[in-house]
């Protein structure tokens, strides 16, 4: 698995240019792209490249691997993000958020010219939520009531614990995460813009048609999924 991941991540390095500013995902696949990018800015074989971290996680890679960083704030545009997903179905919908940074990863990777997702071949899906649940992170005081509310949905929610603090998980932004499980995803799209309707909800983690192209990790080689 682990070298599946790290030949997407190698193979994603060939989208990257001299003067890019790219937008840095989170998570164990991104962490090779970002190592990688790394070496090629660090040997001088790319140039003005500056990345715009969607997590602590990737901010804190991004400078340990000698990628410079600048702020969302900070930039005109975004020419490519990259990052991982939990799931991926035929039309290139997308779960993601097991990291809990889907809030700044989708500020960014909506707004990136390219947005290039990196998977192994264990994330393809038929239908969004056959393996994983939704990610929804919401302002902590209203996370029992939006937890009760989501059961309108045929779904359950539970309040996503923290294993090496007690308590729950606290986002990079100071929130909580539910992780809602759904019978049936039937319009990734309508959903996410359902769930983002409840008041408290910040953002979950649907991405449905932000995708550009996938890259999927198999025993046979890389190969490109684009819509
Ligand atoms: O959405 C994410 C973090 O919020 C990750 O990109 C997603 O969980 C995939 O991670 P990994 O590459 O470790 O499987």
Redesign the pocket.
């Known amino acids: 698995m682990e070298e599946l991941?790290r030949a997407v991540a190698k193979e994603a390095l060939k989208f990257i240019e001299d003067d890019m500013i790219v937008g840095l995902?989170?998570?164990?696949?991104?962490?090779y792209f970002i190592e990688y990018l790394g070496k090629l800015i660090m040997e001088e074989e790319l140039e003005d490249v500056y990345g715009v971290p969607?997590?602590y996680q990737s901010r804190m890679l991004a400078i340990e691997n000698g990628v410079p960083v600048l702020g969302l704030d900070e930039v005109d545009a975004i020419d490519i993000a990259v990052?991982?997903?939990?799931e991926v179905d035929p039309q290139l919908n997308?779960?993601?958020?097991?990291?809990?940074?889907?809030t700044m990863?989708k500020i960014i990777e909506y707004r990136a010219g390219t947005f290039l997702v990196?998977?192994?071949e264990s994330?393809l899906v038929e239908s969004l939520g056959q393996k994983m649940p939704v990610?929804i992170e919401v302002i902590p005081a209203a996370w029992r009531a939006i937890a009760e509310e989501i059961e309108v949905f045929n779904a359950t929610a539970e309040l996503r614990m923290a294993s090496k603090k007690d308590g729950p998980v606290v986002t990079d932004n100071g929130n909580f995460i539910l992780d809602a499980r759904f019978h049936r995803i039937e319009d990734p799209l309508d959903l996410e813009i359902e769930l983002n309707n409840i008041p408290g909800v910040v953002e979950n983690?649907i991405f449905a048609d932000i995708a550009d192209i996938v890259l999927v990790g198999t025993k046979e080689g890389v190969k490109r999924l684009e819509r």
């Not at 995902?25 to 962490?31: E, I, K, L, P, W």
């Not at 990052?83 to 939990?86: E, L, P, R, S, V």
């Not at 997308?94 to 889907?102: E, H, N, V």
């Open positions: 991941k995902g989170t998570g164990s696949t991104t962490a969607t997590s990052d991982g997903a939990d997308l779960i993601k958020g097991r990291g809990a940074a889907l990863e990196l998977v192994d994330k990610p983690g």
